[in-house]
């Protein structure tokens, strides 16, 4: 295993349980998986002040991906006038698309195939719910009789109603391509959103072969379509973004499929709402992996929807909590205004707590709510 595995994760720091998946693989596998990070041009010189708390627990590398610059809507000319990556609104990392040719030009491309590596798994940094799926590696290295090896593995899970604007895998010509809600014409978009015709949703888990993308880059023939990003900046500039998404490189690729897996591999910690779930008993650590708390009776999670209040840094946010409630039985948690919460506090079924404008409420310690 030590010679054909590697985690690629994108973009900003690595939490503890991530290092800690790593750690436990290596350490149940007796291998030496690395943990690769691409961070943009915002996040790299962050990255690299932190390094030092990770080098010891894994093989950790880091390469900073491309920039490029913001086009004015109006002119279609560039909207930075110097090269001052620092001003924060001239420039912008490309989208996770750029990892392909980033990573060759950190050269840890061509270093990882020297070492006899053969895949790479990239996930976001965001999705707790993405570790190595050793079946998914097996299936690489012993594809079925008569099939032609698969060279990309895009990991798909079932569609929800919460999850219509994910992209979604269509077969094109013969070959499998990414359709992303921004590709999709606003009369088809209804259609599009459809979780009766359009079934799974791509998690942007992705096993792709490093021999593949060398081959690829070396010939220049990876296609990938561009996707155009239009955004309004403070002081009302119209500009726009050309991006790329990871997953669209899918259709280059010999034999490539989507695997359909289980909800569990999807867990994107996007808002402070998703933090608290998480943070909550409704999750377990298990061998440096977030798993649902079996003492849960139903798989689906609560859905929880945070103020204003809530929204702000993680530290703030979690002062709002003497610890993280007891969500283990709750199906539904609106929290509106300035409400605080104190200790061992029980949430079941539908709770609803508005706290109007300047007013406070807090929940007592030991407080049990229960379809309140």
Known sequence: ?????????????????????????NKKHNSDVPLVLMNSFNTHEETQRVRFKYDK?????????????????????PFPVNVDLKDGVSWYPPGHGDIYNSLKRSGLLERFLEEGKEFIFISNIDNLGATVDLGILNFLLHPPKDSVPAEFVMEVTNKTRSDVKGGTLINYEGNLHLLEFAQVPKDNVDEFKSIKKFKVFNTNNLWVSLRAIKRLLDEETMRVEVIVNRKSLDGGVNVIQLETAAGAAIKNFNGAVGINVPRSRFLPVKKTSDLLV??????????????????????????????EHFFMKVREMLERFEN??????????TVSGDVTFGKNVTLKG???????????IDIPSGAMLENR
Do not use: W
């Open 1 to 25: 295993m030590t010679s054909i595995s590697l985690q690629l994760i994108m973009y900003s720091l690595p939490p503890p349980p991530l290092s800690l998946v790593v750690q436990c693989l």
């Open 57 to 77: 627990r894994v093989d950790l590398h880091m390469f900073q991906q491309s920039y490029h610059p913001r086009v004015l809507r109006e002119t279609l000319r």
């Open 278 to 307: 998480v943070m909550s008993n409704l999750f377990q650590l298990r061998d440096g992996t977030l798993v649902q708390n079996p003492a849960r009776l139903y798989p689906e999670l609560p859905l929880v929807k945070l103020g």
């Open 324 to 333: 993280i409630p007891d969500m283990l039985e709750l199906d539904h948690l």
């Open 350 to 360: 539908t709770v609803i707590i508005i706290a109007n404008h300047g007013d406070r």
